[in-house]
């Protein structure tokens, strides 16, 4: 019988959305792959539609599957799908490869939506014990946990055949294997770059525009607007509880204190901003913390979150300017 596989997986740097936090789970085993994050995971953007799509705010990167410390590979859910599937991917998880997919959570146990509501959501395999008969799965558990865990073979087969038969959108398939021997140190040009970027609110994927249609969204500081508006409707009842949005929000204020307190060993004049960088870290946790508190507790310890949310707005954008000087000079 073969033996079981289990390759590693260690805590992500962003964790809001699994298609994210699993490629970071991946990289985050690979002494210098911070150095590629502290690059990127700089601009962040808004859907106009806000609710009514399935990533609303979220960081932007041209390919959250790209990275110097990844090769991946996207395959159609189609080519894997069927009988096959099983041993399909217990032949990639032996030879090194992380497979991303759609299951249904619905079949699923140790997940939110088990036998309560179809659910199509992604997974990270890592591991295939057959004497055993299970798959490792890598995601949010019921607890809202990211979290490792065996899953029965049975389930994996019930959860992966519900979508080939009813969910009617694309579900690409990902294979993830960390390539050794990358090399990507901090590029500052990039980073002040896209930190004006930030500031301004500019497009920044028309810099991709020969290989894609820009993405019409709010960027930057521009989308501390419509971050507004979702917290103004939420706290009105007409907007349902998302703690990703300003999980998004503390994650990138998390990364910037961590960009800035790295770059301050090449930068010293930076030493003087990391307090400010990690007091909207700070600020930041607790807005998310007091959103959490409102929806399980029905406490409002923050008299106006919008007005905090503003005025986190109005002390990150001349700290970002200052910042940026410093870098440049």
């Known amino acids: ?17 699994q298609f994210y936090a699993f490629p970071l789970s991946i990289i985050a085993q690979s002494p210098g792959s911070e150095q590629w994050l502290y690059s990127n995971y700089i601009q962040l953007a808004y859907d106009p539609r806000g609710q009514a799509c399935h990533v609303p705010f979220c960081f932007y990167l041209n390919d959250y599957a790209r990275s110097p410390w990844l090769s991946s590979h996207r395959v159609r859910r189609e080519w894997f799908a069927g009988p096959r599937l099983l041993q399909n991917i217990a032949d990639a998880v032996a030879d090194g490869w992380y497979v991303y997919l759609m299951w249904d959570e619905w079949h699923v146990e140790r997940r939110r939506y088990h036998r309560e509501e179809m659910y199509p959501h992604d997974v990270l395999i890592h591991g295939f014990d057959p004497a055993a008969g299970t798959i490792q799965a890598f995601g949010y558990d019921e607890r809202y946990q990211l979290s490792s865990l065996a899953i029965p073979v049975e389930q994996f087969e019930a959860a992966s055949a519900s979508l080939d038969e009813n969910v009617d959108f694309e579900t690409p398939m990902i294979l993830y294997k960390p390539r050794d021997g990358s090399e990507y140190g901090v590029d500052v040009e990039l980073v002040v770059r896209t930190l004006g970027e930030y500031v301004e609110g500019f497009n920044t994927s028309t810099h991709f525009a020969m290989e894609t249609a820009p993405m019409e969204r709010f960027y930057g500081v521009e989308t501390y607007e419509p971050l507004a508006d979702y917290l103004a409707g939420y706290l009105r009842g007409s907007i349902e509880y998302d703690i990703r949005h300003l999980q998004v929000l503390w994650e990138h204020k998390r990364l910037m204190a961590a960009r800035m307190k790295h770059l301050a060993s090449t930068f010293p004049a930076l030493d003087d901003l990391l307090p400010e960088f990690n007091r909207l870290q700070r600020a930041s946790l607790r807005l998310r913390n007091d959103l959490l508190r409102i929806e399980h507790l029905g406490h409002q310890r923050t008299l106006s979150p919008r007005d905090a949310l503003l005025s986190l707005r109005d002390a990150e954008i001349p700290l970002l300017q200052r910042s940026m000087s410093i870098l440049q000079a």
Request: glycine content about 0%; hydrophobic content about 40%.
């Open 1 to 17: 019988m073969p033996k079981p596989t289990l390759l590693p997986v260690s805590k992500p740097a962003a964790y809001a959305y």
